[in-house]
């Protein structure tokens, strides 16, 4: 069974540029999940999709992030104008269920540079 | 929004258990804890969670305590590829039937020879 993928694995831009960040779930996954940790902080939830639908958007940081989940299956999330305290890595996670019982699968992450 | 207190690093010698502790004190009663290691440059890895029941599985014993306010990770037989990042999480309620996990600073083990 293929884990959760994220594309690309590093991507570096200028500020000001914007930037579209592609995760995978694994398949049959209905719940996903994105999530970032920035220079020097801990991983914080940025939202959460079920199917299509945003159930939970309360970490967004504000509204330069777009994420979307079309179909159900793929999840994109854009940033745009990029702003240098974006830099950081991107992890997606995907679920089964709410609470599954092999817990939430991480995928390795997108490394975002803004420069 | 941590709810999670580690210690910032452990060390351990290869082949023998590693404990690692942590406190929750605010958990609530049906707030989950779950924890998860980072292996440079990997993303989060799955190990085990629990509400009020030890836990156990081919990785790891999830050792909570009756009032529930700490736990203890334990690796019976810690192997070089165990050194990482270990972090000890609250999955907390945010609404609805939604759920976010609250990750904490983490604990870096490293497993000697």
């Known amino acids: 069974e293929a884990g959760v993928t994220q594309f690309p694995s590093h991507s570096v831009i200028e500020k000001g540029q914007t930037v579209t960040l592609r995760c995978d779930p694994i398949?049959?996954?209905?719940?996903l999940y994105w999530y970032r940790r920035v220079m020097g902080k801990e991983i914080k939830f940025l939202l959460h999709?079920?199917?299509?639908?945003?159930?939970?958007e309360s970490g967004m940081p504000n509204n330069r992030f777009l994420a979307e989940r079309t179909g159900g299956t793929y999840s994109t999330l854009k940033v745009q104008p990029a702003e240098l305290e974006d830099s950081g890595v991107y992890f997606c996670?995907?679920?089964?269920?709410?609470?599954?019982?092999?817990?939430?699968?991480f995928g390795s992450g997108t490394r975002l540079t803004v420069v | 929004d941590a709810k999670t207190t580690q210690p910032p690093s452990m060390d351990c010698a290869e082949g023998r258990a590693a404990n690692l502790p942590c406190n929750h004190s605010?958990?609530?009663?049906?707030?989950?804890v779950y924890w998860y290691r980072q292996i440079h440059s990997q993303g989060p890895q799955y190990i085990i969670h629990?509400?009020?029941n030890n836990e156990t599985n081919e990785m790891a014993s999830l050792i909570i305590t009756e009032d529930r306010k700490s736990s203890t990770l334990i690796l019976p037989h810690a192997t070089l590829r165990d050194t990482a990042v270990y972090y000890c999480?609250?999955?907390?309620?945010?609404?609805?039937?939604?759920?976010?996990?609250?990750f904490g600073k983490g604990t870096l083990l490293t497993v000697n020879p």
């Open positions: 996670a995907s679920s089964l269920s709410l609470t599954p019982i092999y817990g939430y699968t």
């Open positions: 999709f079920v199917k299509e639908s945003k159930q939970d």
């Open positions: 398949s049959g996954h209905d719940n």
């Open positions: 999480i609250v999955r907390v309620w945010s609404g609805g039937s939604n759920y976010k996990l609250t």
């Open positions: 629990g509400l009020k």
């Open positions: 605010t958990i609530s009663g049906n707030e989950y």
